[in-house]
């Protein structure tokens, strides 16, 4: 090597040194900021506007490989790549490497929900190759928006090596206040505004999410404090609801709900036509088919419903034909049917058809009302003697009633607290060695959490409550609330989201999930997350939106009931550990790669379960909004013939429990969408099982 080449070589040898002593004291001036730049993106789910072939997924981006890449769709602007961080964090820094098809403007933005999106960098003047961006934002989702390509002949897209995304998670325990005055305004056949006051927060509010009956519609950004909702169906009746969201994905307790009926589509005063020729094709001991003619009408008939002498309505159908069961054998009814319209004009009634049922019993047979409540009647177990015991959800108190329907009010549980929506005294459970110990397990709502406590019941009195297990997320609606012993000996409870699917995946979080305890409130050491602590010690199942039936069959298998919120609701079949798929999957809808499927769905409006029984390996599953009883057998470890009984008949059945005769109880829930004390109208039946 020539003298000039070495002195030059030295030279740059001093060079490289003092550069390295000067980022190593800067990077030791500030060994904080640099510790908060963490990767956050890498091995997260991702998504695409459009594919450009499956060798350049999405993934491809955030593998940390260069060697690999995503690419959109040829000659197709705009188009985006996103990735989901899992929760909302702090966002520093976002590293691009372009491949040569680059883009030359793009946005950065962030989102909470991957609908309301906020721009944290942009450009239109993208220079390719590695792009190091220092950005300040939050969200759990990012995506990168290219509007205009590098490239642009018609055979190239974006595309990107790696997407990096750099930051921190967002320490704040504190969710945001209740959205408060709420209203409904503009209120149209197909659309309302709604408008509320702002709710505040310890750093800040930074979306909105809105419920209609304990449904999700949407989410809105911070600013407006106002949304339209659109897609109304006419002349229904609507409940809305808004909870914040800050940052650190913290919800908030529901604002007041904003009740109201939309009008109908247009000014239609023609009743329809009375149906016509009302027969019976079949007869069973304790059901009767019946079958009629349609109505016509000058708009439209939407639904037609089926009445019994001295008994009013028994059974609803949208379309011409019913079975209406709950009858007893050898006995003559009288049934007339009338149809509606979409106003809700009624049709004269049809024929008067009499119909006497057949002898013998059916496998869902004959109901007996044993009694009427002003409450709405949840948990309900039975006692030694044959008698049952329920909670009063709203009452906040028990009551003791024999199979006459005689009742003993055994008092109120204390620190039971109403949410205006579907809070309050849940489930109820007694202790398998009640006649020892004389325990009643109680799942309640307080002013702050839903909690599990027990006390003693002897001589019709309560005695020594103890608080068991706290910290369960509660909210308006999505509270859980159902008890099971296992015969393991184990209390299993079932619990809600808190209207906040994150919860759902956090094992530290007690929502979302159903959960396992020793009878003193201890967790059990062969759980399958105790080695993790904290709240993850009680966590048996999870990845659940709202559990309200729990059931074991006579292997010892646990079933469970799940409501889902607009397109499936579930029965799954519970694995130790077993994570079930919520928020990213509803039922078999969703990202459901890598979760456990359910063993069956049904659409949310035949169902919206809630308490699940099991009777000789039968599951019976009550039904709020369908408004009926599921019969389905077990067929190993499937779901085999399913039939459903009394639609319609007395309308939303909250839980049905097996007695000690053999036969099953069912109770009702009409009336059940707020905190109010004694404003319901519900029954407490007696369901002949053959």
């Known amino acids: ?58 993934k491809n981006a955030v593998d940390g490989n260069s060697g690999t890449r995503w690419a959109s769709k040829a000659n197709t602007d705009p188009a985006w790549i996103r990735v989901d961080l899992g929760a909302s964090v702090n966002i520093s820094r976002v590293r691009l490497q372009w491949d040569l098809s680059c883009a030359k403007a793009y946005r950065v933005e962030t989102s909470d929900d991957a609908t309301a999106w906020t721009s944290i960098h942009s450009t239109t003047d993208g220079k390719g190759g590695v792009e190091d961006l220092t950005v300040t934002g939050h969200g759990r989702y990012v995506r990168v928006y290219g509007t205009t390509r590098c490239r642009t002949g018609t055979s190239y897209g974006y595309s990107l090596q790696e997407f990096q995304v750099f930051g921190n998670n967002i320490d704040d325990p504190v969710p945001p206040t209740p959205p408060t005055n709420l209203k409904a305004s503009e209120i149209k056949s197909t659309s309302a ?107 439209g008939v939407t639904r037609y419903e089926v009445y019994a002498a001295g008994e009013g309505k028994v059974g609803d159908s949208t379309g011409t034909t019913a079975t209406i069961g709950g009858r007893k054998a050898s006995t003559e009814y009288a049934f007339t049917v009338k149809a509606f319209d ?36 949840w948990g309900l177990a039975f006692l030694p003697d044959g008698s049952g015991i329920y909670t009063r959800r709203d009452a906040q108190d028990v009551i003791k009633i024999t199979a006459s329907g005689q009742k003993t009010n055994l008092g109120k549980v204390p620190g039971v607290s109403g949410t205006n929506g579907e809070g309050g005294l849940l489930g109820l459970e007694l202790s398998p060695t009640f006649a020892v110990d004389h325990y009643v397990y109680i799942y309640h709502t307080s002013g702050s959490d839903n909690r599990v406590v027990r006390a003693k019941l002897e001589n019709n009195a309560f005695s020594g409550w103890q608080t068991l297990l706290t910290g369960i997320p509660r909210n308006k609606f999505h509270n859980g609330g159902r008890l099971r012993f296992g015969p393991d000996g184990k209390l299993y409870a079932s619990t809600g989201d808190g209207q906040n699917g994150a ?12 959960l396992r ?112 009883l599921y019969r389905m057998t077990i067929n190993g470890s499937s779901i085999g013939s399913t039939t459903q009984h009394f639609q319609g008949t007395y309308g939303r059945l909250r839980t049905p429990e ?14 059940d969408k707020d905190s109010t004390a004694n404003n319901s109208n519900t029954k407490i039946l007696k369901v002949a099982l053959n």
């Open 193 to 299: 505004k709604l408008t509320w006051t702002a709710s505040t927060d310890n750093v800040a509010v930074t979306s909105y999410e809105i419920y209609n009956q304990g449904q999700f519609v949407k989410s809105v950004p911070a600013t407006p404090t106002s949304t339209t909702m659109t897609g109304l169906k006419a002349n229904t009746q609507y409940g809305f609801y808004v909870n914040a969201k800050d940052a650190a994905g913290n919800i908030s307790q529901a604002s007041n709900t904003a009740e109201f009926k939309t009008p109908p589509a247009e000014d239609d005063p023609i009743p329809p036509t009375a149906p016509k020729n009302l027969r019976s094709p079949s007869q069973t001991a304790n059901s009767v088919s019946l079958a009629w003619d349609p109505s016509t009408d000058n708009v």
């Open 1 to 58: 090597m020539a003298p000039r080449s070495r002195r030059l070589l030295a030279k740059s040898s001093i060079l490289a040194t003092a550069i390295a002593v000067a980022v190593t004291s800067l990077v030791s001036a500030a060994p904080q900021a640099a510790a908060a730049d963490t990767l956050l993106s890498q091995g997260k789910p991702t998504a695409e506007s459009s594919s450009g072939g499956a060798n350049y997924a999405p």
């Open 517 to 628: 305890l020793n009878p003193d409130g201890s967790a059990p050491a062969d759980n399958p997350f105790i080695g993790e602590g904290g709240n993850a010690r009680y966590v048996w199942s999870w990845g659940h939106r709202n559990v309200q039936g729990l059931a074991f069959d006579s292997q010892g298998r646990l079933w469970e009931a799940e409501l889902g919120n607009s397109n499936m609701d579930e029965i799954n079949l519970i694995q130790k550990g077993g994570n079930y798929g919520w928020p990213k999957c509803e039922g078999t809808s969703g990202d459901c790669g890598g979760f456990i499927a359910p063993k069956k769905t049904f659409p949310v409006g035949s169902a919206s379960p809630s308490g699940l029984a099991i009777v000789n390996d039968v599951l019976f599953l009550a039904a709020l909004r369908g408004e009926r």
């Open 342 to 377: 979409a106003v809700g004009n009624p049709s004269p009634a049809s024929n008067e058809l009499k119909v006497k049922t057949k002898s013998g019993g059916d496998q869902v047979g004959a109901v007996t009302q044993i009694a009427t409540d002003t409450d709405v009647p």
């Open 658 to 671: 097996p007695a000690p005769d053999g036969s099953l109880w069912v109770t009702t829930s009409n009336g």
């Open 503 to 514: 919860n759902a995946q956090n094992k530290q979080n007690l929502g979302g999930k159903v």
